[in-house]
């Protein structure tokens, strides 16, 4: 072989594919870290102002953290596109007329279309929450931003919560495939174990997307 | 003899007069069904009905008509193979359909089995992903004694569950990305499995998926539909397998050269 063995792994449609799927389980980490944050909103608008502060005092960390985050979301949007775009040329010229799913399920089906949702919601969600309107806030003598109140004032929008938990029923969609797709990707299938990960998978998906989904419409409710 | 219960069929069957020709979907009438006819019998007498009226049979691939061969590549009402369990075209008998019925009959469909006419595809992709390391090359010598290499039952059991693969190419049809991953890991996982397998089985993944990705094939994206669909009921399990030989032989496994 001309090229060496690990330029083609990268190259090859297995190695793409567990790059996907490991930037996949990253990303699902996240969102586990993000969803527990999130949950200190229901405790009181001092601890969740806390937190965000003792987030963004990690000053150049933070940046190093979120360039981390940004490089693994960009690989894994970046590649699953390619992989995407590959499949779309490997079925031949002419469509199939009939088509009867048996292993497909919507879930699978909409992979792309979810992500791409996901890549829009992301984008807005940093314009409107992170980039949001700047308050300030003082908590035991502590200047910080009151990122609760951006929030809450985003959330009385009924529109702006309705898209939230819209995006949040892609991302339950996306990681309910995602979840065990990824372990079958890296080779982690046995028949001794493989169900529960597909449980797994189902449960992180509803919890996730119900948690991010239920938290909007509890900011609307507080908020209006 | 008597032909009392023979019923008949419309078809809707894709003709396509060669590889670079258009293609359609042609109606078709066939009387004198018998429901202990196989799905290609019962081509062959719609065949003998177009020949008899001077037009063109339908070609189609088939072979031993037994459920071995893995020839009689065919979409039966968009499955492949029809979608019963565990069978092939040739396996299909009419006794499932009924009088009246109206079947889409179409060829596999993916950019790696390029269509040669009507039915029949070129499917010597999957040969050719094969050649590059489906087999042992080590020279074993004479004939061992049976029991000098040991192999669990179970690891036997599952080796075999994988050379079950007839090489059909249904999975690549039925895949929504026309990935030819479940042949492929079927192949690699058989033979990683067996200790007469492992001492080729780096370069064997690593020649196998590379040669898989420049022939057109898909990316896998687990839909499962291979599974579903596969005549010898072959495991994804063996994909994960392949999945895990891989990545180890592409981090691990490297030839030295002996000019240093």
Known sequence: MATSAVTHYFRSSIGRKQLVAITGLALCGFLVGHLTGNLLLLVSSDAFNIYAHKLISLGALLYVIEAGLAAVFLVHLGLAMKLNMENMQSKGKYQQKTKTGRGTTFASQTMPYTGVMLLVFLILHLISLKFGTHYETTVDGVVMRDLYRTTIEYFRSPIATAWYVIAMAAAALHTSHGFASAFQTMGWNHGKYFKNVKRLGLIYAIVVGAGFAGISIWCHLKGV | ?260
């Open chain 2, 1 to 260: 003899m008597s032909s009392d219960n023979t019923f008949s069929l419309n078809l809707k069957i894709w003709r396509q007069k060669g590889a670079n020709a258009e293609g359609k979907l042609v109606d078709y009438h066939v009387d004198h069904v018998s429901p202990d006819m196989s799905f290609l019998e019962m081509i062959d007498v719609l065949n003998e009905q177009l020949v008899r009226k001077g037009e063109d049979p339908i070609a189609f691939d088939h072979d031993c008509r037994e459920g071995i061969c893995g020839m009689c590549s065919m979409m039966i009402d968009g499955k492949a193979h029809g979608g019963y369990k565990n069978t092939t075209t040739c396996q299909v008998h009419m006794r499932l359909y009924k009088n009246g019925d109206t079947i889409v009959v179409e060829p596999f469909r993916a950019s790696a089995f390029p269509i040669v006419k009507d039915l029949a595809v070129d499917r010597s992709a999957i040969d050719k992903v094969m050649i590059k390391g489906g087999y042992i090359s080590a020279n074993t010598g004479n004939a061992q004694d049976g029991n000098s290499i040991l192999i669990p039952k179970p690891i036997a059991d599952e080796a075999m569950d994988a050379a079950a693969c007839i090489g059909c190419g249904a999975c690549v049809a039925s895949c929504p990305n026309g990935s030819g991953m479940l042949f492929m890991g079927a192949k690699i996982s058989q033979l990683a499995l067996l200790p007469q397998g492992q001492p080729e089985a780096p370069q064997r993944a690593l020649n196998m998926v590379h040669e898989h990705d420049t022939l057109g094939f898909g990316n896998c994206t687990n839909h499962a539909e291979c599974e579903a669909t596969c005549p010898k009921g072959i495991s994804i399990e063996h994909i994960a397998r392949m999945n895990r030989e891989y990545i180890k032989a592409a981090f691990t496994y490297h030839e030295k050269t002996r000019s240093e």
